[in-house]
């Protein structure tokens, strides 16, 4: 399968994952008049995939056909995203229960899917740099595709073209081919334990993902933060989006050069130094010297993380075993999605307090500290065979 077929599968996917974060919210607007619903909404389709992780990773490390989970996976979502869509004529509660079995089935189209890359890509590198672009097309085409359809239209189309995109990844899924693992078929609780064993206990996988991690309490923190200062500095919460949106675009940007021309440096160097050089750009946004100052620094932190990411994708995938590499992409998946969130509530609560400035040193300070974490990372480590 060419790398085609797989941004085919992985990318409308993504997108509509991306694209829900601004859908519900908007709905409920549109529907209820009350955001407050949305947001409660938007937490029940991301919560499940936290604990919904391990089994999501044993389950695909068991798999005689893994296609057919990531495929089940992604109408699952996209009959949820559709229920949705109905917000307002269909009881919250269903609508929410709707979210939560979208949420999750969501480790085996975000992580899951990740960890079967070079089944379909050979070329590790470049596989790994595709993969993170379709991350970051999710991340940038999903909300905008929403909010432009919310504007010509209705935030109910929206959703419904939300769960079309789910219902064309799980279709093109059934095209891949995504190669059994034959794990061992004993308990799944044992295969569960074993496989947290594996990602605490072996050294390098540990450091890259405590580094990965704690990348994203930043990230998750980003939003609040830009927010705070657009509303410090010009009293205009609108400009935060811009921001973010800087952000956002230079991931894109970074993950189509990478994508063009791979690193050739070692995973681990390019992991640490992208971070760290993401956390440094934001530090220095912070400088007052114009709104266009920010935006671009932000817009560069963002290209520094298309090849941390990649590379950090590409650590995963050398440091584990075959028995139990979806596990460690799932769990992996889940913790960043975690720390997001923990992200966004230190940084909520921080900003009654603290100054939009401090926010955002604080926020660069997370990039950092992660990249000083591959400090950390075994000299010289081995991929891991089998």
Do not use: K
């Not at 704690?214 to 933060?225: D, M, Y």
Request: charged share 10%; glycine share 14%.
């Amino acid at each position: 399968m060419s790398a085609g077929s797989y941004l085919a599968t992985a990318t409308p996917l993504r997108l509509a994952i991306g694209g829900v974060g601004v859908g519900v919210p908007i709905l409920a607007v549109e529907q209820l008049g009350d955001v407050a619903v949305g947001g409660a909404l938007v937490a029940a389709s991301l919560a499940p995939s936290i604990l919904a992780a391990p089994l999501a990773g044993v389950a695909l490390d068991r798999a005689a056909h893994p296609r057919r989970l990531i495929a089940a996976a992604g109408l699952v979502a996209a009959v949820a995203y559709a229920a949705a869509a109905f917000l307002g004529d269909l009881p919250i509660w269903l609508v929410a229960a709707a979210l939560v079995a979208a949420g999750t089935v969501s480790p085996f189209t975000m992580g899951g899917l990740s960890s079967f890359v070079t089944d379909e890509i050979p070329h590790e590198r470049r596989a790994f740099a595709l993969d993170a672009l379709s991350y970051n097309i999710g991340a940038v085409i999903g909300p905008g595709t929403v909010a432009a359809t919310a504007a010509l239209g209705s935030a109910r189309i929206a959703m419904l073209v939300v769960a079309g995109s789910a219902a064309l990844g799980a279709a093109f899924a059934l095209t891949t081919r995504l190669r059994a693992r034959n794990a061992s078929t004993g308990s799944p609780w044992r295969a569960m334990r074993d496989g947290l064993a594996w990602i605490a206990g072996h050294r390098p996988l540990a450091v890259v993902t405590a580094s990965g991690t704690l990348s994203q309490v930043g990230g998750g923190a980003l939003a609040i933060a830009a927010v705070a200062l657009s509303l410090e500095r010009a009293d205009d919460p609108d400009g935060g989006a811009v921001i973010v949106s800087a952000f956002a675009v230079g991931a894109l940007v970074g993950s189509l050069w990478i994508s063009w021309r791979p690193g050739t440096r070692s995973p681990e160097f390019s992991m640490g130094t992208g971070f760290a050089a993401t956390g440094v750009l934001i530090v220095v946004a912070i400088a007052d010297l114009g709104a266009w100052w920010t935006i671009v620094m932000i817009g560069l932190a963002g290209v520094f993380t298309a090849g941390s990411t990649a590379a950090m994708l590409r650590l995963r995938t050398l440091q584990s075993p075959r028995a139990v590499r979806a596990q460690v992409f799932t769990v992996g998946g889940g913790l960043r999605a975690a720390a997001a969130a923990v992200g966004a509530g230190l940084a909520g609560a921080a900003a009654v307090s603290v100054g939009a400035g401090w926010l955002i040193a604080g926020v660069g300070a997370c990039w950092i500290a992660s990249g000083a974490l591959l400090l950390a990372y075994p000299r010289g480590a081995e991929a891991v065979e089998g």
